[in-house]
């Protein structure tokens, strides 16, 4: 019966995030964004290396990630809705923990972030196919996931914790979001990493293909295991202020 009540909830929220206005039209939105970073910046290269080199295509990412961020954190401002607060008096009802509950939250909006970068590398990919005759796409994937989800699961564990303080935070986290893709920050603590891998190619020796050798370090590696162990931890405390909530009411 627990089983069936989850996967009933599972699809509930699925149907929630996938099937509205908000979600297909930020996914459009995402998709144009990205492709004016291809055409006009990523085709020119970045800091002197091939545009379909690591570094160019790491900085494609980090560029197209702010406002992914903050479209899944649009999304799951709709949980902190008055509406919403009305129906979490029926799921409070149910034989789910604060746990599971907030999990499902972080798992469908994992797939509306997995869908959105499902868009977001096919069109780079498209691109360097077309444009470049390139279809080497082995050495993009480990930074990708070193990229993408320290930030997914950061944002999302901080989103949903303001978020159950006051829906207006998850707003002010938007505009951080923002606030963070616009200002320049190229040391190891850059966010979303643009800033990293359009500056420290300029500081690394030139291999014998011509370009610096894509490597990460120790301090970039250590910042996203840090965000990451952030977001977990935001997770939790989300999960504990909801068992709190769930008490009261």
């Not at 999304?75 to 129906?87: D, F, G, I």
Request: hydrophobic share 55%; glycine share 6%.
């Amino acid at each position: 019966m627990g089983n069936y009540v989850i996967i009933k909830i599972i699809y509930y929220e699925l149907r929630r995030m996938l099937l509205n206005k908000i979600f297909f039209g930020m996914l459009l939105v995402n998709g144009l964004f990205a492709w004016f970073i291809l055409s006009y910046e990523i085709i020119m290269g970045t800091a002197y290396t091939a545009p379909f080199s690591v570094w160019s295509y790491c900085v494609y990412l980090g560029r197209t990630l702010s406002l992914a961020m903050i479209t899944v954190l649009l999304l799951l401002a709709r949980y902190y809705s008055r509406k919403q607060k009305q129906v979490e008096v029926l799921t409070s009802a149910t034989p789910v923990s604060s746990l599971c509950q907030t999990m499902i939250r972080t798992l469908a909006a994992g797939i509306c972030f997995l869908l959105i970068y499902l868009v977001v590398i096919a069109l780079g990919l498209m691109f360097y196919v077309s444009f470049f005759r390139f279809h080497d796409f082995a050495a993009f994937i480990l930074p990708s996931v070193l990229l993408l989800l320290p930030c997914f699961v950061l944002f999302t564990g901080l989103g949903q914790l303001l978020g159950s303080l006051h829906r207006s935070l998850v707003y002010i986290l938007m505009l951080a979001s923002f606030a963070l893709s616009s200002i320049p920050m190229p040391s190891a603590f850059d966010f979303f990493g643009a800033g990293y891998f359009s500056t420290v190619p300029l500081t690394l020796p030139v291999g014998a293909d011509g370009e610096p050798v894509f490597e990460l370090s120790a301090a970039f590696l250590t910042t996203r295991l840090l965000y990451f162990v952030l977001g977990i931890i935001c997770i939790y405390l989300t999960t504990i202020l909801s068992a709190r909530k769930s008490q009261k009411a």
